[in-house]
């Protein structure tokens, strides 16, 4: 192999390992300010009152603590595989009427709400508790 050849094999081989640690600085650098967190979901959710049961109560949450849910990751993926910008936005449409892991989340985000939990404490439990189902 020529000097050349891996003179920018090296430089390639650089810079990976250093987007990689960047990356993972990025991810494990905790979040203090709330707003950080958001999402940036505008559109206004769909009303409970189309609702019935659980799915009522879940869209009444999402009308209730919108900043909160815009806070927060979805772990059904929806954000990967339909673009979501937040759990908020799953309630923007039916989606969540369908998804209990989109419910599960507003109602543990909703109770820890009312249990007087800042929104940085909510999502690290909503995270811990989902964790394992990120891919």
Known sequence: ?????????LVLFAFIAVAAITSCQKQ????????ELRGG???QTLAPENFTGQIADAYRIAREIPEILD??????ECKKHFGHKSLLT????EHAKHCDICMDEAFIAYEMHRQGKDVLAIRKAVDAR???MRH
């Open 41 to 43: 979901e505008t559109r």
């Open 90 to 93: 799953c309630y923007v449409d």
């Open 71 to 76: 806070s927060l990751h979805c772990y059904c």
């Open 130 to 132: 989902y964790a394992n």
């Open 28 to 35: 494990s650098a905790e979040v203090t300010d709330p707003k």
């Open 1 to 9: 192999m020529c000097k050349r050849s891996v003179s920018l094999i």
